[in-house]
């Protein structure tokens, strides 16, 4: 037995076992357990080095501009701040959370299966709905920490070379900045259910993360009905600032906030339930891998 399936079974040894006073009683006692076990083997481990670094590349770019001498030559322009952050944003969202969430949510199944350690899991007194359900949260947690933490960072990295006391406390800096965290969450929520469930139906998670990532990115030439069959679509136009396409982009009308956020909240909900689906039927076979 590997030292690492001997973890995953000393970590299964610590939920709680089921006890009397029906399933939801069994959900409250267990879920907690599995969720903070598979935050911690996912993002306190050396697994998480690949998220971390992505994290930190708008870090660097806003940070490397913030002390280079001379790099602000308008420090009263506060609209210029807001219109590079709002591009690297952008560059955040659609490549550094994307490719996060595949690396976090793509493994939370296919790992265990080479470290032969899924069993453990199966054999544990342990609904598989809710393994699935602890894995989901525990992926949404950690990505939302630490690509929200991202954000925060290079928000203020963006300002912090400009005169923009104002903006925060009489103008709009504030709203801009919670926005922008709700639109990173929402992104976690949305591409973490999407590649959990595909995790339950590939092997490997590289080929279909590239095909999304295209779809995702040619979302703007898209007629408006297959617009809406994208994570990025209902994200985009929860900005502050709004994103200029070019004049190639096909033109459609944006979603009201109040339709965007309960669309990706119950596309999400329609992926996870069927990982849960997928994951009552799922045989282990490791041979095959």
């Not at 339950?200 to 080929?207: D, G, I, N, R, Y």
């Not at 993360?209 to 007629?223: K, R």
Request: hydrophobic share 55%; charged share 15%; with cysteine.
């Amino acid at each position: 037995m590997s030292t690492r399936a001997e973890t995953v079974e000393q970590d299964l040894v610590d939920i709680p076992r089921p006890a009397e006073g029906g399933p939801w009683g069994n959900w409250r006692r267990q879920l907690p357990a599995l969720v903070w076990m598979e935050f911690r083997r996912t993002f306190l481990s050396r697994r998480a080095l690949g998220p971390w670094l992505l994290a930190l590349l708008p870090i660097t770019i806003l940070g490397l501009r913030a002390i280079w001498p001379n790099a602000v030559e308008r420090p009263g322009n506060v609209g210029e701040a807001t219109a590079i952050f709002a591009g690297t944003f952008q560059f955040h969202l659609r490549l550094v959370i994307f490719f996060g969430c595949v690396a976090i949510f793509g493994n939370l199944i296919r790992r265990e299966v080479l470290d032969r350690s899924l069993h453990y899991a199966f054999l544990t007194p342990l609904r598989r709905e809710l393994l699935a359900l602890g894995k989901y949260l525990a992926g949404v947690l950690g990505t939302g920490l630490l690509f929200g933490g991202a954000t925060l960072a290079a928000f203020v990295l963006a300002y912090l070379p400009y005169r923009s006391a104002d903006f925060f406390l009489r103008g709009p800096g504030f709203g801009h900045l919670f926005a922008y965290l709700g639109v990173t969450w929402l992104a976690c929520i949305g591409y973490g259910a999407a590649f959990l469930a595909l995790a339950f139906f590939v092997k490997s998670p590289a080929l279909p993360a590239v095909a999304l990532f295209g779809w995702e990115s040619i979302n703007f030439l898209l007629p408006p009905l297959l617009k809406r069959f994208s994570v990025i679509y209902w994200l985009q136009d929860l900005c502050p600032v709004p994103v200029n396409h070019g004049p190639l982009a096909v033109i459609a009308d944006p979603p009201n906030p109040w339709i965007a956020i309960p669309g990706l909240l119950l596309l999400s909900a329609a992926l996870l339930a069927l990982s849960a689906w997928k994951v009552r039927r799922m045989e282990v076979r490791y041979e095959d891998e």
